[in-house]
């Protein structure tokens, strides 16, 4: 049982380059989110889907898409890396009765 | 507007010292209430939780919060704090009546000196 896993753990990209960030559950969990983490400002979520083929946009989804094609999966895409999107990313699982949130141990994305 | 609130944005105690955290959110009802810790170069862990109930709650790692309505606060205490509890600590609040969009505070993050 590994919970929540991310992949990569750090990346280093050029303005304008375009990736996926990973994220994988395998607690059956239909919620999960994405939060951008930076510093004095917590954790602020992207995205979240509800369940397989539904996703929802969060407080900063500009520049980020999403999608859900199975529950155990919900990768999070940047489409044209800005410097502002340096952070480190966060994917959850979420618990749907209790809301408890089972967090990834992280991306740490930097935009040069 | 929904919000959660951590007045402290570090703190540094003594080892074996007690420890309180503080906690308030303005929300529309009686929320959920988390605290979650951070260590460094790691994802959130979840200490504890308050749904209903008792209004201290016990965590894990000799954490409890006591949930004051009166006042929308969440604080966070250990009576004797140890080395290994330096870390970010972020309290949380989500929706009790359906929906989990969770609202975290900024942070407080806890210095440990020997």
């Known amino acids: 049982n590994a919970g929540v896993t991310q992949t990569p753990k750090f990346q280093v990209l050029k303005t304008g380059q375009s990736m996926t960030l990973q994220c994988a559950q395998d607690?059956?969990?239909?919620?999960m989110s994405w939060y951008r983490q930076d510093p004095g400002m917590g954790l602020r979520l992207i995205h979240y889907?509800?369940?397989?083929?539904?996703?929802d946009q969060g407080e900063v989804p500009n520049g980020y898409n999403v999608s859900r094609s199975t529950t155990e999966d919900f990768p999070l895409r940047l489409l044209s890396a800005a410097p502002s999107q340096t952070s480190v990313y966060f994917c959850?699982?979420?618990?749907?009765?209790?809301?408890?949130?089972?967090f990834g141990p992280g991306t740490r994305l930097t935009v040069l | 507007a929904q919000s959660v609130t951590q007045p402290d944005i570090h703190i540094t105690v003594s080892e074996g010292a007690s420890l309180e955290l503080r906690c308030n959110y303005s929300?529309?009802?009686?929320?959920?209430l988390f605290w979650y810790v951070q260590s460094p170069g790691q994802g959130l862990q979840l200490l504890l939780k308050?749904?209903?109930?008792?209004?201290l709650v016990q965590g894990i790692k000799g954490f409890e919060a006591e949930f004051k309505r009166s006042q929308s606060s969440f604080n966070l205490r250990k009576p004797s704090v140890h080395w290994s509890d330096a870390a970010e600590y972020f309290c949380?609040?989500?929706?009790?009546?359906?929906?989990?969009?969770?609202?975290f505070g900024a942070g407080t993050r806890l210095f440990v000196k020997a």
């Open positions: 959850a699982s979420i618990e749907a009765i209790t809301n408890e949130q089972f």
């Open positions: 607690m059956n969990h239909e919620y």
């Open positions: 889907s509800v369940g397989a083929g539904i996703t």
């Open positions: 929300y529309g009802a009686t929320p959920y």
């Open positions: 308050y749904f209903s109930g008792d209004t």
């Open positions: 949380a609040v989500a929706p009790n009546t359906g929906g989990f969009k969770t609202i």
